[in-house]
C-alpha cells in the first residue's frame, strides 16, 4: 500500500529539547516536504527537498531543520523548540512526473511545546 | 506570489441539499489545481488534480470544474459522510527553485445533517 508514516502521533516536549519527527514514503517520490498547519493559517510549507541532498526553505523555515540522505526519508529536527511551535505537522511526497503530481500525506504528527 | 482564496470558509448542509465551494486563485503559471479533503486530526486525502480551463472530473457525489481564475467543487445530494474541512492548492509551473511546490487555500469545513 502506497503510504507516507510519520512517527510519532503525538508529541509533547519541554522548550529547548531538541526532537526529531520521522517520514517516510514508500512510492520511490523525489519530493518531500513538511508542512505545518494552524487555525486561521492553513498549511504552510516549512522546508522541501526535490531529491538526495537537495533540500531548501519554504514559507516558514525559522527554527527546523531537515536533512535528506536517502530518496524515502525526510526528517524534521527541532534543534531548540519553542512554545509558538506547537502545531500539527504533515509530511508530504510527490513525484516529479509531469502528469501525476499530487501529493500524498502522511497522518500528522500533533506537537505540543509547553 | 501565489495566493489561494476559499469560500464559505463553513457550509452547513442539510442531507441531498446539494451547493459549491469556490477556490479563486492566482498564480504566475498553473501546473495544477488540487482538490483535497482532510477528516479532523488527520492528513489532507487527495481527490481531483485539474491542469486546464475547462476542465472537469468526478467522483461519486463530487465534481470539480476550472476556469482561468477559479475552481468549484460541486457537491451533488450530500450524505453526512462527506462532511470534512475540503481544501484546495495550486501548484505553479514546475520551476528549478520550487519544485512540486503547493499553495494551500485555508479550507472550506463542510457539514452535513442528516
Known amino acids: 500500500e502506497a503510504q507516507v508514516t510519520q512517527n510519532p502521533r503525538y508529541l509533547i516536549t519541554v522548550t529547548g529539547k531538541k526532537l526529531t519527527v520521522t517520514c517516510s514514503q514508500n512510492?520511490?517520490?523525489?519530493?518531500m516536504s513538511w508542512y505545518r498547519q494552524d487555525p486561521g493559517l492553513g498549511l504552510r510549507q516549512i522546508y522541501y527537498?526535490?531529491?538526495?541532498?537537495?533540500?531548501d526553505k519554504g514559507d516558514v523555515p525559522e527554527g527546523y531543520k531537515v536533512s535528506r540522505k536517502e530518496k524515502r526519508n525526510f526528517p524534521l529536527i527541532l534543534e531548540s523548540p519553542s512554545p509558538n511551535q506547537t502545531s500539527l505537522y504533515f509530511c508530504?511526497?510527490?513525484?516529479?512526473?509531469?502528469?501525476?503530481?499530487?501529493?500524498?500525506f502522511g497522518q500528522g504528527t500533533r506537537l505540543t511545546v509547553v | 506570489e501565489d495566493q489561494v482564496t476559499q469560500s464559505p470558509e463553513a457550509l452547513r448542509l442539510q442531507e441531498g441539499e446539494s451547493s459549491s465551494l469556490n477556490c479563486s486563485y492566482t498564480?504566475?503559471?498553473?501546473?495544477?489545481l488540487f482538490w483535497y479533503r482532510q477528516d479532523p486530526g488527520k492528513g489532507p486525502e487527495f481527490l481531483f488534480t485539474?491542469?486546464?480551463a475547462g476542465e472537469e472530473k468526478e467522483k461519486e457525489r463530487l465534481k470539480a470544474t476550472l476556469t482561468k481564475k477559479e475552481s468549484f467543487l460541486h457537491i451533488t445530494a450530500p450524505k453526512p459522510e462527506d462532511s470534512a474541512t475540503y481544501l484546495c492548492?495550486?501548484?505553479?509551473?514546475?520551476?528549478?527553485?520550487?519544485?512540486?511546490?503547493?499553495?494551500f487555500g485555508e479550507g472550506t469545513q463542510l457539514t452535513v445533517n442528516p
Open positions: 508530504a511526497s510527490s513525484s516529479m512526473d509531469t502528469q501525476n503530481t499530487e501529493a500524498f
Open positions: 512510492m520511490n517520490h523525489e519530493y
Open positions: 527537498s526535490m531529491n538526495v541532498e537537495v533540500t
Open positions: 498564480v504566475s503559471g498553473l501546473r495544477g
Open positions: 485539474l491542469y486546464s
Open positions: 492548492a495550486v501548484q505553479a509551473t514546475l520551476a528549478e527553485t520550487s519544485g512540486s511546490r503547493l499553495t
